[in-house]
């Protein structure tokens, strides 16, 4: 047979990690075949490297993946118990890969970005049910640092603030749905790091506050609707 069976992935370890195959691919069933099969595509069953895929009892596609030398690379993909799929990463060793996440019925995509170690790094982006794009988010070891912008949905940016170390640091601006600008400065701790403009939806100035080293100073309100 070109098939081995076994009721446990560690009696596979234990029995045939290192026995050699005159086969070139060998199938290894898991749990009788029932929940999950391993393609290895190596002359010998190497543990270290092989592709794999993991089913769901309906026999449908649950995960498929790879490794090499011992760590997880290349693409893994995990699927629905219907077929459909609903996440997929590009794994460059065990710890750090680039995923994207799919709606489940509308197949849109519905967050991109990077982990470390199960930390956020770098730029995020989610979107809404029908792949709009609603968030984008930048982090650094896993806190917020650089510019998060949210849209509406037809697109046009409704606000884009700064972080930095995971702290509400700098550029600040609010926008309208017709794109006037409401809200406009920097801030550092919450509070206005000079000066900081907020406005009427009509565009009318409504208030000015300035302050420095995360401290309000002055705060005056212009009108009044």
Known sequence: ????????????????????????????????????????????LDFDNFNARILYANGNVRREFSYKNGERVGLVKEYTELGTLNFEAIFNNNTNFDFKSYHPITKKIESSGTLNDDVIQKTKTSYDIFGNKTLVENY??????????????DGSLKLKREYK?????????????????????????????????????????KAIERGSNGLLEYSETKNVL
Do not use: W
């Open 1 to 44: 047979e070109d098939f081995v069976k076994t009721d446990d992935f560690t009696s596979i370890f234990n029995v045939y990690g290192t026995k050699t195959f005159d086969q070139k691919k060998t199938l290894v069933t898991i749990n009788k075949g029932l929940y999950q099969y391993s393609v290895f595509t190596n002359d010998f």
């Open 140 to 153: 650094k070891d896993g806190k917020y640092d650089g510019l998060t912008n949210i849209y509406y949905v």
């Open 165 to 205: 170390d995971g702290e509400y640091n700098g550029a600040y601006e609010f926008f309208s749905e017709n794109k006037l600008s409401l809200i406009k400065g920097s801030f550092l701790k919450d509070n206005p790091n000079g000066e900081v403009v907020y406005k009427f939806v009509n565009g009318d100035l």
